[in-house]
């Protein structure tokens, strides 16, 4: 038998066991392989288990008690050092307060705790300013050791165990010499086949060249206390770490500002947001972070305001704005704290809150209604890390870009707005739609429902309507735009006539309407691409425009995609045994030929990363009492055998991972008993191609139905079986 930390079976050969009992009888036969067991490449001690790899957070969490340190956050947010959320742990260090994650592939001690302090925090705390903690000298560094802890439930010493006296499992470190415990521990990739990144640095080399955001580390390690080196029970946990510089819009855009407000004295101003570096750094460099706000009319007219190498930098928040006036002067990219024409500093509470300053309109013979506006933070500088760790990013992770729209209202000659409710064109009218595997390919219609919220003079009869583009879509199609008298407006795709930077987030479209409309609607269908929705493109706030020639007219309330989270039952088995002879012994019932090819169940698992999968999960099934009807009372010891699963119907494709075996005792009708169909854990998978999908199908064609010796009444017998998904330990 083997088992991780929590009692579960773990991969064959890579965990410890107590013993092993093999029946001889029931070694895998070839050439029958329903039947028989596997040969299992088993460590065995004959005491104990040498013991299991815990990951908690070490700085946080004290090794002998629950005593939790108030210097340093959880950074794995845990439910208590042993607690149900064991298993499925992620780590996310604050990238200034903690560190930066970063892993070699090279094995290391267990350290006890004042070791621990001195060769690891002391090591890679990071280092702040004296006088002002928000600012960052020298970064920290994460490594997998604060996450790696072994404990056993036996005290070694020279290779004997004994039970502690209060039976609590007791933590085990690396030590030497006589009665000492030599453990070795490793956190690198699950698995050959995974694709999950585990480390970011050669080993015996300082300079870090990427991010382990969505990586996992997968602890490994032994432990000799005497008698040889044992394997520890393994562990496996998440990484979140996003390293990017950060901008975060207040989610406004599009910014309305008026002919009025722009000609009025110092125009107008709007807050746009705030910027952070978490790895921003006091130390003065020729290349530090630089932030640059761009606004654009169209591919030629442009306005840009640049602070370069900020100085005296923090890890704190700080606010943007933009200001917006004709009496402003069109920015100087030489001077950009010139006022007016750059970036200024207007808030005396925080001299790093910016302000971009632009002059809208151009001049006198702008035309442009709608601006396209841009905000760049790129850190530019390498990051000095401790221990002589660099940390030396691509300018994807050194950069962050957000976007938005102003738009110049007239007060002429329209005073007409419309209140435009859009939604998902399904049953309900949902807001959201739940992405599956199912709708790569598919198209996804959506309408919009316009009707007039201010009474006043509209005087145009066309319209144009900006629709949000959706990475990983397309919008094959012109959209259907129809009045509330029933005629059909002409539409053109004016997308090409846009600025490259609108063209890049919207589909622009001219709707020609036979006289002005008042209520109206429009429908158009994103196509997914074949290979989905792209992940930047979850949670988007998807907003239509609707505008005449000089004003904002309306604009609609958001829908977005978001991805299915969990293990989703697409199928379930239907066992259908045919039609059979009343038996007057006990009975064995086979499948029907046409019964073969719906027994089988479909799993989705949607977490949106094709084989890099992060669920757990386990297909389970109760089935109730055979019946004739509904008030029958039924028979409650039918038995359905489901053998092994198959990967097609026809039952030459076996599945022999040994967790996908479902449980050897079958489904029984006693409407309570609950029994193993299968089981999936990706970080013990075999094959990442065939196993490691969204969506996974298996067969039973050698289900075989056992009615034990009794009296039974001819008819018609069903069966309801409930089928029961729970992923990483809910349902």
């Not at 700085?59 to 340093?72: A, G, K, P, R």
């Not at 008298?485 to 479209?509: E, H, L, M």
Request: glycine fraction near 8%; avoid cysteine; proline fraction near 6%.
């Amino acid at each position: 038998m083997q088992a991780d930390q929590t009692g579960q079976s773990g991969q064959s050969g890579m965990t410890p066991a107590d013993y092993a009992v093999i029946n001889k009888d029931d070694i895998t036969d070839s050439a029958n392989p329903d039947k028989g067991g596997t040969v299992y490449p088993t460590y065995t001690n004959f005491t104990s288990w040498t013991g299991a790899i815990v990951p908690y957070d070490r700085e946080h969490w004290s090794d002998d008690d629950s005593t939790e340190s108030t210097s340093f956050t959880d950074t794995m947010h845990s439910q208590g050092k042993f607690g149900s959320d064991l298993r499925y742990r992620t780590a996310s260090p604050d990238p200034a307060n903690d560190g930066v994650l970063v892993n070699d592939g090279s094995a290391f001690k267990i350290d006890k705790p004042a070791d621990f302090k001195t060769n690891y925090i002391d090591q890679y705390t990071p280092i702040f300013d004296k006088t002002n903690t928000a600012k960052l000298t020298t970064a920290g560094v994460v490594k997998p050791q604060r996450y790696a802890n072994v404990y056993s439930l036996y005290n070694y010493v020279n290779g004997v165990g004994t039970l502690p006296s209060n039976n609590e499992p007791v933590p085990v470190y690396t030590s030497t010499g006589t009665g000492g415990n030599n453990l070795s521990v490793t956190a690198g990739q699950e698995v050959a086949t995974k694709p999950a990144v585990a480390t970011n640095v050669a080993k015996g080399a300082t300079s870090v060249t990427s991010s382990l955001d969505k990586g996992r580390w997968r602890y490994t390690g032994t432990m000799d206390s005497g008698g040889g080196a044992l394997a520890l029970a393994d562990a496996t946990i998440s990484l979140s770490q996003p390293l990017k510089p950060q901008l975060t819009l207040n989610g406004q855009s599009p910014y309305i500002v008026s002919d009025a407000q722009l000609n009025a004295g110092g125009g107008v101003t709007k807050q746009l947001g705030t910027w952070r570096d978490p790895l921003g750094l006091v130390v003065q460099t020729a290349q530090s972070d630089n932030l640059r706000g761009t606004v654009s009319a169209s591919n030629t007219q442009k306005q840009n305001t640049n602070w370069d190498s900020i100085q005296n930098m923090d890890t704190k928040v700080h606010g943007m704005s933009f200001n917006a006036a004709s009496a402003n002067v069109l920015p100087d990219p030489t001077q950009p704290s010139t006022k007016a024409g750059g970036i200024t500093h207007d808030d005396q509470s925080d001299p790093q809150a910016v302000t971009f300053n632009y002059k809208l309109p151009w001049n006198q013979t702008d035309t442009s209604r709608v601006y396209y506006g841009q905000v760049d933070l790129t850190r530019a500088a390498t990051v000095p890390l401790r221990n002589s760790y660099t940390l030396n990013l691509g300018a994807a992770d050194n950069t962050a870009t957000a976007n938005y729209l102003i738009i110049r209202n007239s007060e002429t000659p329209s005073t007409n707005t419309y209140q435009i409710k859009k939604y998902f064109n399904a049953t309900g009218n949902p807001t959201t739609h739940l992405l599956t595997t199912a709708d790569n390919g598919q198209k996804i219609p959506v309408k919009a429902d316009a009707t007039v919220s201010t009474a006043g003079k509209n005087t145009s009869q066309t319209l144009s309507i900006w629709v949000p583009k959706v990475a990983g879509t397309t919008i094959d199609d012109l959209p259907v735009v129809t009045s509330a008298d029933g005629s059909t407006a002409t539409v053109t795709n004016t997308t090409s006539q846009q600025s490259t930077q609108i063209q890049a987030q919207y589909y622009v479209y001219s709707a020609q309407f036979s006289k002005v409309p008042a209520n109206f609607s429009y429908t158009y269908a994103y196509h997914v691409g074949t290979s989905g929705v792209s992940a930047t493109a979850y949670n988007q706030q998807l907003v239509d425009l609707v505008m005449s020639s000089s004003q904002l007219l309306g604009q609609t309330n958001a829908i977005d995609f978001k991805i299915s989270q969990g293990v989703n039952l697409l199928h379930a088995p239907n066992f259908d045994f045919g039609k059979n002879t009343t038996p007057t012994t006990a009975a064995n019932y086979k499948l029907t030929d046409a019964g073969k090819a719906d027994a089988y169940f479909e799993a989705q698992e949607n977490d949106g990363l094709p084989y890099t999968n992060t669920y757990t999960w386990m297909l389970s099934a109760t089935m109730n009492p055979f019946k004739r009807s509904m008030t029958d009372t039924g028979y409650n010891n039918f038995n359905v055998i489901l053998g092994n699963p198959y990967l097609d119907a026809a039952g030459t494709q076996i599945d022999s991972v040994d967790e996908h075996r479902p449980d050897v005792n079958g489904l029984i009708s006693d409407g309570y008993s609950s029994s193993r169909l299968f089981y999936v854990d990706p970080m013990k998978e075999p094959d990442t191609q065939s196993y490691d999908v969204n969506s996974i199908k298996r067969y039973y064609p050698n289900a075989n139905l056992t009615v034990p010796p009794q009296i039974i009444t001819p008819g018609k017998y069903t069966s309801t079986v409930t089928y029961t998904i729970s992923d990483n330990g809910s349902i």
